[in-house]
Nanobody, 121 residues
Framework: QVQLVESGGGLVQAGGSLRLSCAVL????????MGWYRQAPGKLRYMVAE????????KYDDSVKGRFTISRDIANNTLYLQMNSLKPEDTAVYYC??????????????WGRGTQVTVSS
C-alpha cells in the first residue's frame, strides 16, 4: 500500500542547486524515519541524509554536510532534500527511503524508484 513518489532530479551546473521531493502515499500508522540515499555508477548505495520522526535526530554524510538540508512536511507526508553548491561528485541516482510502522505489518522499510541527478563541470 505504501508508495514513494520522487521528483526534482535533473541536470545542473556545478555550484547550482536542486530540491528533491518524496511524497509518501498509502496507509500507515506512523513514519519512524525518512532519508535520502544515493548511488553512483559502479558504487554502492549509501545514506546521504536521514531524519527521525521527532526531528531530533538528523544525520548527514560528511560529503554533503553544510551543503544539503533534509526536511519533512508532516501535513503532506513529504520529504525534501535541498541541495546547494552541487559538485560533479554529487552525480548519482538519489533514492527516497522510509521506515514506517503499521499494526498489521510492524515496521517496514520502503524505497522509491530513484531520480537521476547530474552535475556538470
Amino acid at each position: 500500500q505504501v508508495q514513494l513518489v520522487e521528483s526534482g532530479g535533473g541536470l545542473v551546473q556545478a555550484g547550482g542547486s536542486l530540491r528533491l521531493s518524496c511524497a509518501v502515499l498509502g496507509r500507515f500508522f506512523k513514519i519512524n524515519s525518512m532519508g535520502w540515499y544515493r548511488q553512483a555508477p559502479g558504487k554502492l548505495r549509501y545514506m546521504v541524509a536521514e531524519i527521525s520522526n521527532s526531528f531530533t535526530n538528523i544525520k548527514y554524510d560528511d560529503s554533503v554536510k553544510g551543503r544539503f538540508t533534509i526536511s519533512r512536511d508532516i501535513a503532506n507526508n513529504t520529504l525534501y532534500l535541498q541541495m546547494n553548491s552541487l559538485k560533479p561528485e554529487d552525480t548519482a541516482v538519489y533514492y527516497c527511503n522510509i521506515n514506517a510502522y503499521d499494526f498489521s505489518t510492524g515496521s517496514r522499510t520502503y524505497w522509491g524508484r530513484g531520480t537521476q541527478v547530474t552535475v556538470s563541470s
